[in-house]
């Protein structure tokens, strides 16, 4: 079983194909996806692609990009829609010091909001953190919370290891599959398969040797190949137990009509 834990199906990049995309996925194994929003607007529409298709999840959240234009109105809608059966994570949230689209003390007062909301919402969160580690862990750990995924993870093995005693999951991106990602190979080589998930973040980060094109959850078996071609595995078991963390950590329950 292989599972993309991570992707973006309700981009706009994928509008003048995304049922085509979603069977491709299904034709190279991908038992299910899921799809995360990154404001209001996504959000809606990831969890409508959801409803939509048995095999998609969604999730909920404005990222650190969007976080400047959230109004009073905005989390008491993203409360409202979390309720739907098919949202399965708050995310994702978080810090983004590398590009600074919103203010960093927007993006640090709405992280701490959000994880706040994750909580009552009793929802594991997704948190994406560029050139912001130190300051992510220390508000991921005053928060209390302690069940979800530092997605495309761009830490090396010292900050994986602090991750996974607060109780979260490292997840892998195409990245991986780059020469000189020297960092992230070192991360999939010594965390353990048990401590895993793999994803694409599509239509960004596409895996050789795919590069240069749109990326899409079909390609996710490159970064599996990888990872097991880095830990010496078959690739195989590698998405298996990824895509058996990725259930347990969203709630997902194998519906014996998707293989
Ligand atoms: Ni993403």
Redesign the pocket.
């Known amino acids: 079983m292989l599972i993309d834990s991570?992707a973006?199906l309700e981009m706009k990049e994928f509008n003048p194909d995304r049922e085509d995309v979603i069977e491709r996925a299904r034709q190279a194994g991908v038992s299910y996806i899921v799809t995360?929003g990154?404001n209001l607007a996504l959000s809606r529409k990831a969890v409508s692609l959801a409803r939509q298709h048995e095999n998609i999840y969604a999730t909920i959240g404005v990222h650190p990009h969007d976080v400047a234009r959230v109004d009073s109105k905005t989390f008491d809608d993203l409360c409202e829609i979390a309720r739907d059966p098919k949202v399965v994570a708050y995310g994702?949230i978080g810090l983004d010091f590398f590009r600074n689209i919103s203010p960093r003390e927007k993006q640090i007062e709405m992280f701490n909001l959000q994880l706040e909301l994750a909580v009552q919402l009793k929802l594991p969160v997704i948190i994406?953190d560029r050139d912001a580690h130190e300051r992510t862990l220390r508000m991921v750990k005053a928060s209390g919370v302690r069940r979800g995924v530092f997605?495309?993870f761009s830490g090396d093995y010292s900050m994986a290891r602090q991750c996974i005693e607060l109780g979260f999951y490292i997840s892998i991106p195409g990245v991986v599959t780059f020469d000189n990602a020297k960092t992230i190979q070192d991360v999939a080589q010594r965390v353990p398969l048990s401590s895993l998930l793999l994803e694409t973040?599509a239509p960004?980060l596409t895996p050789a040797p795919h590069r240069g094109k749109r990326n899409e959850p079909s390609f996710i078996i490159n970064t599996a190949k990888k990872v097991a071609q880095i830990k010496g595995l078959p690739w195989e078991e590698v998405a298996d137990v990824t895509a058996r963390n990725t259930m347990n950590l969203f709630g997902i329950e194998a519906s014996s009509n998707i293989k």
Do not use: F, L, M, N
């Open positions: 991570h973006h995360v990154t994702e994406h997605h495309c973040d960004y």
